[in-house]
């Protein structure tokens, strides 16, 4: 009886812890070519708003995450972004990114900012415009049968008085960021 409960409860957890991981989901994407029909899901920091449907479609992103009410600015907002895999290595990713960047602000400052996500390798960048506008990017690496690349951003003003805050909320989904493949739910 008692290895009957244990099973039970085992089934229920995993069931439950499941289920969880599915409510997380932030946005997904329909079967491409070879890549398979993928999922990003990630807990929300408290106080900020999901969206992958209104104001992330106007964009042109997957995903964004905001405080308050939406302004239409970039600054203090998590952008999701997810992309065919198409450079050999994140390092590759990063690198192209700061490239371009330095490219379009000489004067600007790139940071490398260490991501220990325990679910995909990831690497980020701070980097501090000559436009006192500062950027932080993460890029992960699902693995390659995902057939994806993912990164987060989010700007602010140097200087904000909630960047320290800004900066950790960040880094925390980041860091808590989970590639899943989609299975689009079956309609009753």
Not at 146 to 153: A, F, P, T, Y
Not at 173 to 181: G, K, P
Request: hydrophobic share 40%; charged share 25%; proline share 5%.
């Amino acid at each position: 009886m008692r290895r009957v409960l244990a099973l039970t409860l085992s089934v229920v957890c995993t069931y439950a812890m499941a289920a969880q991981a599915s409510d997380d989901i932030l946005a997904h994407g329909m079967r491409d070519g070879d890549a398979p029909a993928w999922a990003v899901a990630v807990v929300s920091p408290p106080g900020w708003t999901r969206d992958c449907c209104t104001y992330a479609k106007a964009i042109g992103v997957d995903a964004v995450l905001y405080q308050g009410e939406w302004t239409g600015k970039p600054e203090r907002v998590m952008v999701l972004n997810t992309w065919p895999r198409e450079l050999p290595t994140l390092a590759d990713e990063v690198a192209a990114d700061r490239k371009q960047y330095l490219q379009r602000d000489p004067k600007g400052h790139a940071t490398d900012i260490h991501i220990g996500n325990p679910n995909m390798p990831c690497a980020g960048v701070l980097y501090q415009g000559s436009d006192r506008i500062d950027d932080a990017v993460v890029f992960c690496d699902p693995g390659k049968e995902s057939g994806i690349r993912l990164s987060w951003s989010m700007s602010f003003a140097d200087g904000d008085a909630e960047q320290r805050a800004l900066l950790e909320a960040f880094m925390q989904v980041a860091t808590d960021t989970r590639y899943e493949r989609y299975v689009e739910a079956t309609k009753r």
